[in-house]
């Protein structure tokens, strides 16, 4: 019987898109309370891996596992992974047009905390939330994606991070195109979600967010597998030498 751990395990997970292996045996662990880094060179499946995380069709695993809280997550369908507390903000957030933000981040609460008073809380959260964000509630009734600016996408994205407050939160590239103060807002929310009873994945190219955020642990992915694991110190490598010293050894 495996023992239950609220650590995200992951064992030598192989991952392809139609026509391409693109992980190929990650093993990496995401512990309970920490702020964990994924760094890497573009296209080396850190997107990928959020996508398979939260079991999106256009990826099949054929080999390897994941667990979390007990469970298989693999065996398990997206909204089940939601219903358990993960939640992804992905790089590039789908537009839905006619689906006002407003339904979009009610229906996504319920997902997450089928048993809790759900008004109540869902009306407490989203208050406060638009206030955290500085954002006004007539964006609730805009349709989600279509037409925001990259910033408002990224702001869209902590809007449901703030609202569901989910148990383990994985931010691909969610710094990516914001002005110095959106980046602020932005680790700022984090930061103030942060607790032992949640985890965060945080996908970035930047040492800027990191410097707000100070991970506990960082790995690199290179070419669909873990080239290195350590501490914030890596980030630090990593800005100074980039990635010529992992690729030459993954070609
Ligand atoms: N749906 C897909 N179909 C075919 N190939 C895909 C698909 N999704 C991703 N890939 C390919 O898999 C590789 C890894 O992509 P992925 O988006 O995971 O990289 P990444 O590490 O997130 O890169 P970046 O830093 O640029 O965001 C790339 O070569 C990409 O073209
Ligand atoms: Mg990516």
Do not use: C
């Not at 995401?30 to 891996?49: A, D, E, H, W, Y």
């Not at 006002?100 to 609460?109: G, H, K, Q």
């Not at 691909?172 to 602020?184: P, T």
Request: proline fraction near 5%.
């Amino acid at each position: 019987m495996p023992t239950i751990t609220n650590t995200l395990e992951i064992h030598s997970l192989h991952a392809k898109a139609p026509g391409q292996e693109i992980l190929r045996g990650v093993d990496v662990s995401f512990p309970r309370g920490k702020i964990v880094t994924l760094m890497g060179p573009n296209g080396s499946g850190k997107s990928t891996l959020a996508h398979v995380l939260m079991g999106q069709p256009e990826f099949t695993v054929t080999k390897g596992q994941i667990r979390w809280q007990g469970k298989n997550l693999l065996r398990l369908k997206a909204w089940e992974r939601s219903r358990l507390g993960l939640f992804v903000s992905f790089q590039q957030p789908p537009e839905l047009p006619g689906v006002n933000l407003l339904e979009f981040l009610a229906t996504a609460y319920k997902a997450h905390h089928p048993k809790a008073n759900q008004q109540k809380d869902f009306d407490k959260n989203l208050r406060k939330a638009l206030s955290t964000l500085k954002l006004p509630e007539s964006f609730l009734e805009r349709s989600v994606n279509t037409g925001f600016s990259g910033g408002e996408k990224k702001k869209a994205e902590m809007l449901q991070l703030l609202v569901l407050q989910p148990k383990l939160a994985i931010l691909d590239e969610v710094d990516s195109g914001l002005d110095i103060d959106a980046l602020k807002l932005i680790s700022k929310t984090v930061r103030s979600l942060r607790s032992p009873q949640r985890t965060f994945i945080i996908i970035t190219h930047y040492q800027r967010l990191l410097q707000y955020l100070k991970p506990d642990i960082v790995h690199v992915l290179v070419n669909g597998v873990i080239a290195e694991s350590g501490s914030a110190a890596l980030v630090k490598k990593i800005e100074k030498k980039g990635y010529s010293e992992y690729l030459k050894v993954a070609s």
